[in-house]
């Protein structure tokens, strides 16, 4: 009983308001801190101080330095202070700016946890000239393999956003890149439950059922990747015509067909799927600058085979899905026949090469 009523006491005196005699000062508490002290002055490490305004270039350099900033409101804002700069003072286009320090920290942020950065990214690029953006195009390749492979819903589908744009800009170096045709396509399958495995040489592939049909983001993930594949197969498979400059107002001039293959040519590093210097490349990381080459991997590999078949299945399911995968096979059969056709003529050669043969 005695203890009890003790523990009593003890729990009723924390509740307990103290008395304070009149004129008494308040007791101070344990952690109390003296703020009575006054300062004559105040010493900064550094100061910047200037009459004029920061150059643009001096505010280019600024604002890029801060794309790594911990903070995804300061890397918002310094996205946007760029695109403004860029697209009001035409400093892209200019040859003293350099793209690489832009590229080196703009370009990991496609996979920035924040999807107002990604979207300020995407904004960036468009407002990028094409020949800035084809010098890094491996590293952009890269970072957006990376984000159609990411756990996140809302990063893979900006990752798709980054490709399709990067697909309607330059569509031959998005395919033409080292590792940008098979391990983006190998990329596709993960990202639609398409499992790829070469075992002695062989492609198993099969398909992980449940994966459409499905709704909210993981829904929206396949539409879009269907609908980006069908845009990334048009560019890889089907050959695209030069257009053939009218000189029909220079009388006496002879037009010289297939000139380009005998000039300068204008694209950054363009012998690069030689190989001259850098580590050897596997089939997967190797560089296929021609639709030709291009096709024999799809076919090879087995991509074609499955995409086919899958597309088909998914077209049966109707809705945006049955739409997207619509769009897609129409990309498929055009990069298909025009393969298949190719093939035909190599098998079957004319009476005329037969009769030049004997």
């Known amino acids: 009983m005695g203890s009890s009523s003790k523990k009593k006491k003890e729990k009723k005196k924390d509740f307990q308001k103290p008395k304070f005699k009149v004129g008494k ?3 101070q508490a344990a952690n109390f801190t003296s703020t009575s002290f006054q300062s004559k002055s105040i010493s900064l490490k550094a100061q910047s101080l200037r009459e004029t305004a920061p150059s643009a270039h001096d505010q280019l350099r600024h604002h ?3 794309l790594g900033s911990k903070t995804s409101t300061q890397r918002h804002d310094s996205l946007a202070h760029l695109t403004a700069l860029l697209s009001a003072s035409n400093s892209a286009n200019d040859s003293s700016f350099n793209s690489h320090d832009l590229f080196s920290k703009a370009v990991p942020l496609i996979l920035d946890g924040s999807l107002s950065v990604r979207t300020s990214l995407l904004k960036l690029f468009r407002i990028l000239p094409v020949d800035a953006i084809s010098m890094h195009a491996e590293k952009l390749s890269l970072h957006i393999r990376a984000g159609m492979t990411h756990l996140s819903h809302d990063i893979r589908l900006s990752a798709l956003d980054v490709l399709s744009w990067f697909l309607q800009t ?4 998005a395919v033409e890149c080292p590792g940008g045709w098979v391990k983006t396509l190998k990329c596709f399958t993960a990202m639609l439950g398409w499992e790829w495995d070469r075992i002695g040489g062989t492609s198993n592939w099969t398909s992980v059922k449940g994966s459409l049909g499905k709704t909210g983001k993981e829904g929206r993930v396949v539409v879009h990747a269907i609908i980006v594949l069908g845009e990334f197969l048009r560019a890889g498979l089907v050959e695209v015509e030069e257009e053939m400059e009218d000189h029909s107002f220079e009388p006496g001039l002879q037009v010289l067909y297939g000139r380009q293959s005998h000039q300068i040519p204008r694209k950054p590093n363009a012998f690069a799927y030689l190989n001259l210097f850098g580590a050897a490349r596997d089939a ?8 030709e080459q291009r096709q024999r991997v799809f076919h090879e590999l087995g991509f074609c085979r499955v995409m086919e078949r899958e597309l088909n299945e998914a077209k049966k399911e109707g809705g945006d899905v049955g739409r997207a995968a619509s769009g897609a096979l129409k990309a498929l059969s055009e990069g298909v026949n025009g393969y ?3 093939a035909e003529e190599d098998t079957h050669p004319t009476h005329g090469s037969h009769a030049k043969n004997h």
């Open 25 to 27: 000062a308040k007791p």
């Open 340 to 342: 298949e056709n190719e």
């Open 284 to 291: 997967e990381g190797e560089m296929y600058p021609w639709v």
């Open 64 to 66: 890029i330095s801060l």
């Open 170 to 173: 330059i569509p031959g170096d």
